[in-house]
């Protein structure tokens, strides 16, 4: 398996391994990143998924480029769209995802990382999107999840340009949530911490207004939050949450 998927604690981490290619994404390993991520679905235990690269070097160098080479038309097309498809899922995961990104983020690699939730890189974190070096553009969501991210200028700069941006400035253009000096999978679990106490659904109900502010016109937005602040108010959390406030305890929240 070039992708492991091992609970610590109250987290999934799924791992890219295949440091010797720098966890570069063939078409099996994006399958089993779909078939991680459903798992993931499907565990009502885990209330983060961190997303990490095995070895000291890469987070994930991008598509294949020995495998793309060899697809015809109809094969590239095919797997621009199981990329795109695979990396949805982490949009409608019941969780929030943290991509730990420990070195190299390229071309698909960066892909992957956009479509987490969050993002905290160390100090060793190289992100691009290099497609044009080789003729071609990106195919795993990038040109549509990194202007939403960052703006469409330095977007559009990073995509036309190919350029490498080092962990400073991705942190300083908005790419990343935190720069990490440590132990990036500890830092991974503390980040989220601050939010993984919190009820489930809660959090979904806030994701789920989030990512429809991308998609919609602000008033059919603010109608979109309303109804999803009413269901967060209907549940037995809200209940719980408000009475602890009233009686100046903590909140004991039970995912309901
Ligand atoms: N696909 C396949 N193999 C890759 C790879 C990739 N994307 N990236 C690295 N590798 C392999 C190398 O071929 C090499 O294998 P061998 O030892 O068998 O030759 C091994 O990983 C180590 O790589 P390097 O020797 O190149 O390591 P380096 O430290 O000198 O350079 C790097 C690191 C700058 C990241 C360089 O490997 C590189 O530029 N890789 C390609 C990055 C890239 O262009 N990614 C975009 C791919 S296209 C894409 O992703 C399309 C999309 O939108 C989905």
Sequence with gaps: MAVTLKRDGDFAVLTLDRPEALNALSFAIIGQIGEALDAVAEDRTARALLITGAGDKAFCAGADIKELRSRSLVDQKRGAELGQRVFAKLDDLPIASVALVNGYAFGGGMELALACTFRLASANAKFGLPEVKLGLIPGYGGTQRLPRLVGEGRALEMILSGRTVDAGEAERMNLVNKLIEDDLLEAGKAFASTFTRY?????NFARRAVQRAH???????LRVEAELSTLAYRTADAEEGMEAFEQKRKPEFRDA
């Design 215 to 221: 998609d919609l016109p602000l008033h059919e937005g």
């Design 199 to 203: 009820s489930l659904p809660v959090l």
